[in-house]
């Protein structure tokens, strides 16, 4: 059974910084997208980056510049750098592993695993 175990969630304050670990163990994920979205309270679930298994990367408008996600497939891991974190970005952040052949296509039913998501918090 696909596994895929978040770590690196807490809370910060507006301005900080974390760090998010995704590690997976999906024979699959070295050739596959990975990435990262996040739900806050009474909201739908929204992409915030997405990389492939070229390195090739994706981000929400509202993120730009201040996350920066990267992989290390040899690890099986994918990682999310959060820097000026805003109140905004208080939310379950959700790691995803997805058919990069049908992501690249715009198709729907590929293969798609989640974790169970971890906490992230910016408040004073």
């Known amino acids: 059974q696909v596994q895929l175990v978040e770590s690196g969630g807490g809370l910060v304050q507006p301005g900080g910084s974390l760090r998010l670990s995704c590690a997976t163990s999906a024979s699959e994920a070295s050739t596959n997208a990975m990435g990262w979205y996040r739900q806050a309270p009474g909201k739908q679930r929204d992409l915030v980056a997405l990389?492939?298994?070229?390195?090739?990367?994706s981000y929400r408008d509202s993120v730009k510049g201040r996350f920066t996600i990267s992989r290390d497939n040899a690890k099986n891991t994918v990682y999310l750098e959060m820097n000026s974190l805003k109140p905004e970005d208080t939310a379950v952040y959700y790691c995803?592993?997805?058919?990069?052949?049908?992501?690249?296509?715009?198709?729907?039913?590929?293969?798609?695993?989640w974790g169970n998501g971890t906490l992230i918090t910016v408040s004073s």
């Open positions: 995803t592993l997805k058919s990069e052949w049908h992501l690249l296509r715009g198709l729907d039913g590929g293969m798609e695993y």
């Open positions: 990389i492939t298994s070229g390195g090739i990367t």
